[in-house]
């Protein structure tokens, strides 16, 4: 079965820096638009940021936009997440996923593990 698999996580103190990868388990996923989704314990999944497959359109939530950046080498079918200015908010099992297009999270699907972002205060 297809699915993304994500990296990069970790235990970072407040104000810190991560970034995670997110590749793809099949390389034909290179013209898909990705998106990057985050859950902490006991809420729902929530969308943090899509880049469209060429990466010249990105979005992001409220709650993560000037702190986050999405970018893609799609040479290494690679989609990242910058992630800097980091809160204890931020706490939570990281996901990537395929999507229809760089804003549209609903159609996100082929989900990964995830890769769990601990921040300390």
């Known amino acids: 079965q297809v699915k993304m698999v994500e990296s990069g996580g970790g235990l970072v103190q407040a104000g810190g820096s991560l970034r995670l990868s997110c590749t793809p388990s099949?390389?034909?996923?290179?013209?898909?638009?990705r998106g990057w989704f985050r859950q902490a314990p006991g809420k729902e999944r929530e969308f943090v940021a899509g880049i469209s497959w060429r990466g010249g359109s990105t979005r992001y939530s409220d709650s993560v936009k000037g702190r986050f950046t999405i970018s893609r080498d799609n040479a290494n079918n690679t989609v990242y997440l910058q992630m800097n200015s980091l809160k204890p908010e931020d706490t939570a099992i990281y996901y990537c996923?395929?999507?229809?297009?760089?804003?549209?999270?609903?159609?996100?699907?082929?989900w990964g593990q995830g890769t769990q972002v601990t921040v300390s205060s």
């Open positions: 099949v390389s034909t996923f290179t013209t898909y638009a």
């Open positions: 996923a395929v999507q229809n297009y760089y804003d549209d999270y609903h159609s996100a699907r082929d």
